[in-house]
T-cell receptor
Framework: DADVTQTPRNRITKTGKRIMLECSQT?????MYWYRQDPGLGLQLIYY???????NKGEISDGYSVSRQAQAKFSLSLESAIPNQTALYFC???????????????FGPGTRLTVL | KQEVTQIPAALSVPEGENLVLNCSFT??????LQWFRQDPGKGLTSLLL?????REQTSGRLNASLDKSSGRSTLYIAASQPGDSATYLC???????????FGRGTSLIVHP
């Protein structure tokens, strides 16, 4: 089973709808991140959390909110989706001393979101 | 603010060539540097992570080097194969922060 999972994997929605993207991890990491990827723009950080009681805005948090329900779960919400939020969304985790080395970052498979 | 640049943005080579992908960063006060592979529409897979105290890391046909003083890392791919076709990204984590800065990646095509 994958260490970092995301649901849904694909979502098509309409402008103005509220959308929630979910992320779960089994790596036991404290740190979790939400990124957005647009063609040609690389990865942009939306929000990050270093433990259940810690939530921080990233570089593009406007129009998004998050919830850290447990160490293993970190959800991203689009309160009122708009077309320019169409993108690929990734959840990532880091922490500990995994096989990749201290603080290796691990990514989920991504959610492709289309806002019409 | 840390800036990470990857050159070239795209690369197309015949199978069997040895490749060098470049990653440069503006602030040498880094904690580590990580190389990722991303297949189209997929998530990022970690390839190698180099701590600031290390000069290189190797995994199979991949070798990553780090030169902090010049703000550079290279990913060397030996004997390239069509299955190596993907986008390769580097991410630099600064000292004192858990937030990495990503480059925009190098899109690699290895044709038979």
């Amino acid at each position: 089973d994958a260490d970092v999972t995301q649901t849904p994997r694909n979502r098509i929605t309409k402008t103005g709808k509220r959308i929630m993207l979910e992320c779960s991890q089994t790596k036991g990491h404290d740190r979790m991140y939400w990124y957005r990827q647009d063609p040609g723009l690389g990865l942009q950080l939306i929000y990050y959390s270093f433990d259940v009681k810690d939530i921080n805005k990233g570089e593009i948090s406007d129009g998004y909110s998050v919830s850290r329900q447990a160490q293993a779960k970190f959800s991203l919400s689009l309160e009122s989706a708009i077309p320019n939020q169409t993108a690929l969304y990734f959840c990532a985790t880091s922490g500990g001393t995994g096989t990749g080395g201290p603080d290796t970052q691990y990514f989920g498979p991504g959610t492709r979101l289309t806002v019409l | 603010k840390q800036e990470v640049t990857q050159i070239p943005a795209a690369l197309s080579v015949p199978e069997g060539e040895n490749l060098v992908l470049n990653c440069s960063f503006t602030d040498s006060a880094i904690y580590n540097l990580q190389w990722f592979r991303q297949d189209p529409g997929k998530g990022l897979t970690s390839l190698l992570l180099i701590q600031s105290s290390q000069r290189e890391q190797t995994s199979g046909r991949l070798n990553a080097s780090l030169d902090k003083s010049s703000g550079r890392s290279t990913l060397y791919i030996a004997a390239s194969q069509p299955g190596d076709s993907a986008t390769y990204l580097c991410a630099v984590r600064p000292g004192g922060s858990y937030i990495p800065t990503f480059g925009r990646g190098t899109s690699l095509i290895v044709h038979p």
